[in-house]
């Protein structure tokens, strides 16, 4: 009798200090179609919180090995909400959600008043998607501009970040004073690299059938209290396409943010859980700025809209030259 009382001792002690040794390790995995909706969570729907964005996994090891009944809400700017709840389950648990994209309501003539200016009071702004947004490459540029069009975003009307018409000193933001053209700190649009000097060698982005990238010892690295780590040039086809900004830590990223406000207006941000911010409203280039608050590290981008479009277009060809004869 003693030796069966220190067998079943034997296997039960392991239990009660090492739960993991006698219990299964489960799963939740949650995913979004398209993928980076932000989920809330809880016992129940009068009872959710943040919980991340898609996609999303966690573990649990018990002897139970089960998930107790939950909800699930996820939202995503552009698309219809969806809940799903579930019951107790045993094992891993899949929660995916198949979101539904809002139609897109263009606004009416009735947006303007009688003198033919634009009604602030009326809904004209359209808001790209975050995914949409933030899933393509560097230089996306929209095909149609902010501001001409209105969409509904869960049952009310989203409005425009910015005011209309734009004002002189606004089309200016982009513009480079002393040769009267868009584009960066004495450069514009569409130089050719050829003609150009004082640049060095980095390295060579494969978009759009490749994009090199250069950057510039005489750059200064400041903006207003933002101290940069390096300002990176690039050529697409020999020609500028656009330029980065690198930075480190929160305090650089404010700073970078606060003199971007101040010189080209209000932005646009996709989640306002993620700090990446956007401005459409300028005329010629598409600028954005992103921060990692984990990795410490972010970018400001700043791209011509024109190349961008005509990137775009060869990429296109030649996936249609592919798809005909490489095949």
């Known amino acids: 009798m003693s030796h069966k009382i220190m067998w079943l001792l034997a296997l039960i002690i392991p239990c009660i200090f090492f739960t993991q040794g ?7 995995t949650i995913t979004s179609e398209p993928t980076g909706a932000t989920v809330h969570s809880g016992p129940n729907l009068s009872s959710l919180h943040f919980t991340g964005a898609t996609p999303i996994y966690s ?64 809904p004209l702004g359209f808001i790209p ?32 970040n910015t005011k209309l018409p734009l004002t002189a000193q ?3 933001a982009t513009t480079n004073t002393t040769r009267n053209c868009p584009g960066f700190r004495g450069l514009c649009w569409g130089d050719n690299f050829k003609k150009l000097s004082g640049f060095t060698y980095v390295k060579t982005d494969p978009s759009y059938g490749g994009v090199k990238i250069y950057k510039r010892a005489t750059d200064i690295l400041e903006i207003g209290a933002a101290k940069l780590d390096m300002i990176v040039y690039g050529f697409w086809q020999d020609k500028l396409y656009s330029v980065k900004l690198f930075f ?34 300028i005329p010629h280039t598409i600028i954005s700025l992103e ?22 277009e060869y990429s296109e060809r030649k996936a249609r030259e592919g798809a005909k004869t490489g095949f």
């Open 248 to 281: 480190s830590g929160y305090v650089n990223f404010n700073g970078l943010k606060n003199a971007a406000e101040k010189k080209f207006g209000s932005n646009y941000q996709p989640n306002r859980y993620i700090e990446r911010y956007f401005w459409f409203n």
């Open 22 to 28: 006698c219990g299964k390790t489960i799963t939740t």
């Open 129 to 160: 998607d975050s995914q949409q947004v933030a899933n393509q490459p560097v230089g996306f540029v929209p095909d149609e501009s902010p501001l001409k069009k209105g969409i509904l975003e869960n049952g009310r009307v989203v409005y425009a």
């Open 170 to 172: 606004e089309i200016k």
């Open 291 to 312: 921060y990692n608050e984990i990795r410490k590290k972010g970018v400001m981008w700043l791209t011509s809209k024109e190349l961008s479009k005509e990137a775009k």
């Open 59 to 122: 573990k649990h090891t018990a002897i139970g090995a089960y998930w107790k009944p939950w909800c699930y809400e996820a939202t995503m700017s552009g698309y219809k909400k969806q809940t799903i709840c579930t019951g107790e389950d045993y094992g891993d648990r899949l929660v995916n959600f198949s979101l539904e994209k809002i139609p897109l309501q263009k606004a009416s003539d009735s947006s303007k008043n009688n003198t033919g200016v634009t009604d602030l009071n009326k």
